[in-house]
């Protein structure tokens, strides 16, 4: 364990390196308690699985039989053990139905551990983009402020008019509360974050993650086989078939009957020929006969119950095809609109802004344009904030094997 | 062709005193020449309509129209009886006709498209051939009206067999036009109503090139103007008078003294003045906005303090004192300016100097030599 996990995992944030994601996810596999409850499922389905299997126990007793009050001596005292000796692989069956329990608590555990990875994933790009638009916001309220400045300089000579100024400082007045509002969003997605790694108490500190980070570039096909396959929701429903298939099969050993053996032991007192009989000894055995009851009822039940888990599984391969097709729709859509502002709307309207700027300071243009391609620019980083914050989601939900469900 | 006319761009000779005696040659500074040749007795110029990259100060590239590479175009200069064929070829990638302004020609040969000849096809050429019967200031001009406003003018001067009297020591032309090109671009905006490049011989202050006399000198400046705004140009220190228009010399006597003539849109203005005080005057518009360059209001961070006590003052902030000896470089014309002297000049403006003989010929030493004047 490296010295930045540590400190993750023992709840001291590291002050000089920043957070990242790597360590985040480390600290909620560790700490998270739905992970924990899903862990202690897996502890009772192999606890149980150890039970699975064992023999009925034995019963040994005592017996008085012909016992004849008017006849002395009479009776017969002893002992017996009996043992049921199931058979019909019934003792199998029930460690295979065990077994797959244990599986489906696995694979249960899987998902808790994928739900709690998309989370952190999600939340964390979610907070890389909070943060970065609350910094544009204060660009943003800051521009405002000198614009409201400016406007005030414009009317000083004779440029702009009062309509000019009330509208300056409404935008300025908007500007300052969409930055409140960003503080707000910003500290929700810390503590958002802070659930999602058990960390309730966790502070604001700086990221190791931008948003200039490059989105993956994923192949539908292969995502969607992937997802298929390492889903923990389709884990989960092929874990409860296995376990239904189990039972299918136990509950059909049920119907061989189980043997029954019992041997006794006593002493006879009554007596013969003038001398007490003494000991005798005895042995029974027999089994049940399927007559009546073949279990038909449990194994027809069973039965259905497979069928349906079966069905239900498909239904969830349904559910998480069609839950990937709207996320990699997002995906696709999002990181499309964030590369095409990364690649050639932002470098333009950063240009625009720089031409503006320049000319500006070399005293042949005015200032106010250069206010105004400056808002242009921050208004267009803030939608390309909303591209990346909807691509990351979608790419936390792919490459947690659609964990979101 | 028997002979090979050459640029009377040179230091203009000295006045002849001789009332017979032909006109000094006309500088028109920072405009070339156009040369000619001789088809028997006839002069033969060539000229081609194209578009032009230029700089109306250093660094500020314009995509104008012109001829021969120069905008305005090379100056044509003749005399009154001369036969000239001027040889129009047409690289635009559009029509294109020149027109003869103020001469009196064959109306065949006026340049009228549509009306006197077809227009020009881009590529194609058109002869024009006409005998000069008047002498005076007058110029070509595209008669494509947008094609104007993209800079496509020229001097066409006729001077007279003997110079008219009293004959002038130094004779110049300035042509006039404005410009409305936006910061980031170097196309001009020929649909503009308003205006933010004010130029003179295609330079805008402090990159124009200053008239230099010498003191008791008698100065002629021939002034035209082809674009969309009227130009009061007024001449500091001094008083002159009208001798001339777009139609040629006017009948003297020349009375009325003046320091400002109108030169309207379409109109050309002789002024004629003894340069009797020495110093460096300005020649300029005297309209406000044409003082200046890329014209903008200088309110912002740059030049306001908004906690300073001037920020309170209505109509700060007002001055355009941007002193930029840069843009003007270094030319003999140049010699002897106080540092900072473009601080005020942008524009439409140049200087009239009026120095000194020795000083004039340190300069003219300096132009002989292609030497740059002293720091």
Same mark, same amino acid.
């Given at each position: 364990?490296?010295?930045?996990?540590?400190?993750?995992?023992?709840?001291?944030?590291?002050?000089?390196?920043?957070?990242?994601?790597?360590?985040?996810?480390?600290?909620?596999?560790?700490?998270?308690?739905?992970?924990?409850?899903?862990?202690?499922?897996?502890?009772?389905?192999?606890?149980?699985?150890?039970?699975?299997?064992?023999?009925?126990?034995?019963?040994?007793?005592?017996?008085?039989?012909?016992?004849?009050?008017?006849?002395?001596?009479?009776?017969?005292?002893?002992?017996?053990? &009996?043992?049921?000796?199931?058979?019909?692989?019934?003792?199998?069956?029930?460690?295979?139905?065990?077994?797959?329990?244990?599986?489906?608590?696995?694979?249960?555990?899987?998902?808790?551990?994928?739900?709690?990875?998309?989370?952190?994933?999600?939340?964390?790009?979610?907070?890389?983009?909070?943060?970065?638009?609350?910094?544009?916001?204060?660009?943003?309220?800051?521009?405002?402020?000198?614009?409201?400045?400016?406007?005030?300089?414009?009317?000083?000579?004779?440029?702009?008019?009062?309509?000019?100024?009330?509208?300056?400082?409404?935008?300025?007045?908007?500007?300052?509360?969409? /930055?409140?509002?960003?503080?707000?969003?910003?500290?929700?997605?810390?503590?958002?974050?802070?659930?999602?790694?058990?960390?309730?108490?966790?502070?604001? &500190?700086?990221?190791?993650?931008?948003?200039?980070?490059?989105?993956?570039?994923?192949?539908?096909?292969?995502?969607?086989?992937?997802?298929?396959?390492?889903?923990?929701?389709?884990?989960?429903?092929?874990?409860?078939?296995?376990?239904?298939?189990?039972?299918?099969?136990?509950?059909?050993?049920?119907?061989?009957?189980?043997?029954?053996?019992?041997? *006794?032991?006593?002493?006879?007192?009554?007596?013969?020929?003038?001398?007490?009989?003494?000991?005798?000894?005895?042995?029974?055995?027999?089994?049940?006969?399927?007559?009546?009851?073949?279990?038909?009822?449990?194994?027809?039940?069973?039965?259905?119950?497979?069928?349906?888990?079966?069905?239900?599984?498909?239904?969830?391969?349904?559910?998480?095809?069609?839950?990937?097709?709207?996320?990699?729709?997002?995906?696709?859509?999002?990181?499309?609109?964030?590369?095409?502002?990364?690649?050639?709307?932002?470098?333009?309207?950063?240009?625009?802004?720089?031409?503006?700027?320049?000319?500006?300071?070399?005293?042949?243009?005015?200032?106010?344009?250069?206010?105004?391609?400056?808002?242009?620019?921050?208004?267009?980083?803030? *939608?390309? /904030?909303?591209?990346? *914050?909807?691509?990351?989601?979608?790419?936390?939900?792919?490459?947690?094997?659609?964990?979101?469900? | 062709?028997?002979?090979?006319?050459?640029?009377?761009?040179?230091?203009?000779?000295?006045?002849?005193?001789?009332?017979?005696?032909?006109?000094?040659?006309?500088?028109?500074?920072?405009?070339?020449?156009?040369?000619?040749?001789?088809?028997?007795?006839?002069?033969?110029?060539?000229?081609?309509?194209?578009?032009?990259?230029?700089?109306?100060?250093?660094?500020?590239?314009?995509?104008? %129209?012109?001829?021969?590479?120069?905008?305005?175009?090379?100056?044509?200069?003749?005399?009154?009886?001369?036969?000239?064929?001027?040889?129009?070829?047409?690289?635009?990638?559009?029509?294109?006709?020149?027109?003869?302004?103020?001469?009196?020609?064959?109306?065949?040969?006026?340049?009228?498209?549509?009306?006197?000849?077809?227009?020009?096809?881009?590529?194609?050429?058109?002869?024009?051939?006409?005998?000069?019967?008047?002498?005076?200031?007058?110029?070509?001009?595209?008669?494509?009206?947008?094609?104007?406003?993209?800079?496509?003018?020229?001097?066409?001067?006729?001077?007279?067999?003997?110079?008219?009297?009293?004959?002038?020591?130094?004779?110049?032309?300035?042509?006039?036009?404005?410009?409305?090109?936006?910061?980031?671009?170097?196309?001009?905006?020929?649909?503009?109503?308003?205006?933010? %490049?004010?130029?003179?011989?295609?330079?805008?202050?402090?990159?124009?090139?200053?008239?230099?006399?010498?003191?008791?000198?008698?100065?002629?400046?021939?002034?035209?103007?082809?674009?969309?705004?009227?130009?009061?140009?007024?001449?500091?220190?001094?008083?002159?008078?009208?001798?001339?228009?777009?139609?040629?010399?006017?009948?003297?006597?020349?009375?009325?003294?003046?320091?400002?003539?109108?030169?309207?849109?379409?109109?050309?203005?002789?002024?004629?003045?003894?340069?009797?005080?020495?110093?460096? %005057?300005?020649?300029?518009?005297?309209?406000?906005?044409?003082?200046?360059?890329?014209?903008?209001?200088?309110?912002?961070?740059?030049?306001?303090?908004?906690?300073?006590?001037?920020?309170?003052?209505?109509?700060?902030?007002?001055?355009?004192?941007?002193?930029?000896?840069?843009?003007?470089?270094?030319?003999?014309?140049?010699?002897?300016?106080?540092?900072? %002297?473009?601080?005020?000049?942008?524009?439409?403006?140049?200087?009239?100097?009026?120095?000194?003989?020795?000083?004039?010929?340190?300069?003219?030493?300096?132009?002989?030599?292609?030497?740059?004047?002293?720091?």
């Amino acid at each position: 364990m490296n010295l930045i996990l540590w400190l993750a995992l023992a709840g001291v944030p590291a002050q000089s390196a920043p957070l990242d994601l790597a360590t985040l996810e480390a600290q909620a596999l560790q700490r998270h308690p739905a992970i924990r409850a899903a862990a202690a499922e897996v502890d009772a389905a192999k606890a149980r699985a150890k039970q699975a299997g064992a023999w009925v126990n034995p019963v040994i007793g005592a017996s008085a039989d012909e016992l004849r009050p008017r006849e002395q001596p009479s009776g017969v005292f002893g002992g017996f053990i &009996q043992q049921t000796i199931p058979l019909g692989g019934k003792l199998s069956a029930a460690k295979g139905v065990a077994a797959s329990q244990v599986g489906e608590a696995e694979a249960r555990l899987a998902e808790s551990r994928q739900r709690v990875l998309f989370d952190v994933r999600q939340r964390y790009y979610a907070l890389v983009v909070a943060e970065e638009r609350l910094s544009v916001a204060k660009e943003l309220a800051a521009l405002a402020a000198r614009t409201v400045e400016m406007t005030r300089q414009l009317i000083n000579v004779g440029i702009a008019d009062r309509p000019d100024q009330l509208g300056a400082d409404a935008e300025a007045a908007r500007m300052q509360a969409r /930055l409140a509002e960003a503080q707000t969003f910003r500290l929700a997605a810390w503590q958002r974050l802070g659930a999602a790694i058990a960390d309730p108490a966790l502070a604001p &500190q700086p990221l190791a993650q931008s948003v200039s980070e490059a989105l993956p570039v994923l192949d539908r096909a292969d995502t969607l086989a992937r997802v298929l396959a390492e889903s923990g929701a389709v884990a989960s429903a092929d874990g409860a078939l296995a376990v239904q298939k189990s039972l299918v099969t136990s509950e059909k050993a049920a119907v061989r009957p189980d043997l029954f053996v019992r041997g *006794d032991a006593g002493g006879n007192r009554e007596r013969a020929d003038g001398r007490a009989i003494g000991p005798q000894f005895g042995v029974e055995a027999g089994v049940s006969i399927p007559l009546f009851n073949r279990n038909q009822g449990g194994i027809a039940s069973a039965t259905s119950l497979a069928i349906g888990a079966a069905a239900s599984a498909e239904a969830v391969r349904l559910d998480v095809t069609a839950a990937f097709a709207s996320a990699f729709a997002e995906y696709e859509s999002a990181r499309a609109l964030a590369e095409s502002y990364r690649a050639e709307i932002l470098p333009k309207a950063r240009l625009a802004y720089e031409l503006h700027l320049a000319k500006y300071q070399e005293m042949v243009a005015a200032y106010p344009p250069v206010l105004q391609s400056e808002r242009s620019l921050f208004s267009m980083t803030e *939608d390309y /904030l909303a591209a990346l *914050d909807r691509a990351w989601t979608a790419v936390s939900a792919l490459r947690t094997a659609m964990a979101v469900r | 062709m028997s002979a090979v006319g050459v640029s009377a761009q040179k230091a203009a000779p000295a006045r002849s005193s001789s009332a017979a005696a032909p006109p000094v040659g006309v500088v028109t500074p920072d405009v070339p020449h156009l040369p000619f040749t001789m088809d028997g007795g006839t002069k033969v110029f060539r000229l081609r309509a194209e578009p032009v990259r230029t700089e109306f100060v250093p660094g500020r590239v314009v995509d104008a %129209w012109g001829f021969n590479g120069s905008v305005p175009g090379p100056t044509i200069e003749a005399t009154e009886g001369d036969r000239v064929r001027i040889i129009m070829e047409n690289r635009l990638p559009e029509v294109f006709a020149p027109h003869w302004h103020g001469l009196e020609v064959p109306v065949e040969m006026d340049g009228t498209p549509g009306i006197s000849q077809p227009p020009i096809a881009p590529g194609e050429s058109f002869t024009y051939e006409f005998t000069l019967r008047q002498n005076g200031t007058f110029f070509y001009h595209s008669h494509m009206a947008m094609q104007e406003m993209m800079g496509m003018i020229g001097f066409f001067i006729v001077h007279p067999a003997a110079a008219h009297q009293p004959a002038v020591d130094r004779d110049f032309g300035i042509c006039l036009q404005e410009w409305m090109i936006h910061p980031n671009n170097t196309v001009p905006n020929t649909l503009a109503m308003e205006f933010n %490049w004010l130029t003179m011989n295609g330079k805008a202050a402090p990159a124009t090139t200053p008239i230099v006399v010498k003191r008791g000198e008698r100065v002629r400046i021939r002034l035209i103007n082809m674009g969309m705004d009227h130009h009061p140009i007024h001449l500091h220190g001094m008083q002159f008078v009208v001798t001339g228009t777009e139609a040629g010399r006017a009948a003297g006597p020349f009375g009325m003294r003046e320091n400002t003539v109108l030169v309207g849109v379409a109109q050309a203005r002789d002024i004629e003045f003894v340069a009797s005080s020495p110093g460096d %005057w300005m020649l300029h518009c005297h309209l406000p906005h044409h003082m200046m360059n890329q014209m903008a209001s200088m309110v912002g961070p740059m030049m306001v303090d908004p906690g300073a006590p001037s920020a309170k003052v209505s109509g700060y902030p007002q001055d355009m004192w941007m002193p930029m000896d840069h843009l003007a470089g270094k030319k003999p014309e140049l010699l002897g300016l106080p540092a900072n %002297w473009t601080g005020a000049m942008m524009g439409m403006m140049t200087l009239v100097r009026v120095v000194e003989p020795a000083m004039f010929d340190e300069i003219a030493r300096l132009r002989a030599a292609g030497r740059e004047a002293r720091s």
